[in-house]
């Protein structure tokens, strides 16, 4: 049974920073390139960053560019989400998300495998 557990969301300052944390289970991690998704109240949910099966590769929203930095460590099976400078914009549910298949990392139907989300907030 795969299993996708984020956690380290909260409420938070703007200016301030978070880390999340995507643990997983039951799948071959290094064979998955992995995602951060977001989705707010009313919005439909958007890419925010992914990293490549071995991490050599990332991608990420313009909106967060240089402010968040994904990474993984294939030997705890897990990846994580460094966000900087947050701003009240960046107020959602964040969920960690997997795929194994070839298409693009921005396109949400492409992954199979995801977690239960955590909320993020940040106040003005």
């Known amino acids: 049974q795969v299993q996708l557990v984020e956690s380290g969301g909260g409420l938070v300052q703007a200016g301030g920073s978070l880390r999340l944390s995507c643990a997983t289970s039951g799948l071959t991690f290094s064979g998955y390139t992995l995602g951060w998704f977001r989705q707010a109240p009313g919005k439909e949910r958007e890419f925010v960053a992914a990293?490549?099966?071995?991490?050599?590769?990332?991608n990420y929203a313009d909106s967060v560019k240089g402010r968040f930095t994904i990474s993984r460590d294939n030997a705890k099976n897990t990846v994580y989400l460094q966000m900087s400078s947050l701003k009240p914009e960046d107020t959602a549910v964040y969920y960690c998300a997997a795929k194994s298949k070839s298409s693009s990392v921005y396109y949400i139907a492409g992954y199979s495998y995801w977690g239960q989300g955590t909320q993020v907030t940040v106040s003005s």
């Open positions: 990293t490549s099966k071995n991490g050599g590769s990332t």
